[in-house]
């Protein structure tokens, strides 16, 4: 069983509406990912986190997704207006460091945007 | 940008066959890992293999790094294997890139 809880499983915003997903990673784990799956099963990677500090994001990233790993609170990761293409599976993974270590998923945030 | 081809994309066996799955990267890796994902979406980790050959229960995982493939061998299938199977890729940066998947289905 996953030890990277995300919440919650599912979410239905309309266009414009902001949509927040939480993560909590493996205790332990310094380092976070929020990757995107789409329709067609593609996988993107959006941001990653070594403890509170953003290591890599991508350009969508920065313009309409704010994500942020507190101290002692969930990450989380907002859409600050959805669009109809953000639609998809929001899946959160943490690794104990970046290079050459497993990545332990947790079972995702299906968002469906109408 | 690391590209990672799987093959083949679709797979049906009958139950206790054997199922070969490969995976091609065009960059240097320093870690991969194999992924079950159910048809309910949740990923589940099966190996983390970066070079040589692991075993795991029914799983056996070989990667030859200079060639730049991976391979993942199950052994006496089960209906419960269905599924589809992802290879990742971590490269010289952080991030996980993955492959275009094997959907697996074993009938009874």
């Known amino acids: 069983n996953s030890k990277v809880i995300q919440t919650p499983r599912y979410l239905v915003k309309g266009q414009g509406q902001k949509a927040k997903m939480r993560c909590i990673p493996e205790?332990?784990?310094?380092?976070v990912f929020w990757y995107q799956q789409n329709k067609n099963n593609e996988f993107k990677f959006l941001i990653n986190?070594?403890?509170?500090?953003?290591?890599?994001q991508i350009d969508m990233t920065e313009k309409r997704f704010s994500a942020e790993c507190p101290s002692n609170s969930p990450c989380s990761l907002e859409i600050q207006s959805s669009e109809a293409g953000d639609s998809a599976l929001y899946l959160c993974?943490?690794?104990?460091?970046?290079?050459?270590?497993?990545?332990?998923f947790g079972e995702g945030s299906r968002l469906i945007v109408v | 940008g690391q590209q990672v081809q799987q093959s083949p994309a679709s797979l049906v066996l009958q139950e206790g066959e054997n199922a070969e799955l490969q995976c091609n990267f065009s960059?240097?890796?320093?870690?991969l890992q194999w992924f079950y994902q159910s048809p309910g979406g949740s990923l589940v980790s099966l190996l983390s293999?970066?070079?040589g050959t692991k075993h795991t229960g029914r799983l056996t995982s070989t990667t030859v790094t200079k060639e730049r493939r991976s391979s993942l061998h199950i052994s006496s299938s089960q209906t419960t294997d269905s599924g589809t199977y992802l290879c990742?890729?971590?490269?010289?940066?952080?991030?996980?890139?993955f492959g275009t998947g094997t959907s697996l289905l074993v009938d009874p």
């Open positions: 293999n970066p070079s």
């Open positions: 986190f070594q403890n509170q500090e953003v290591l890599q």
């Open positions: 960059s240097t890796a320093t870690q």
């Open positions: 990742a890729i971590v490269d010289m940066g952080y991030k996980l890139t």
């Open positions: 993974a943490s690794s104990l460091g970046t290079a050459g270590n497993t990545l332990y």
């Open positions: 205790k332990g784990h310094p380092v």
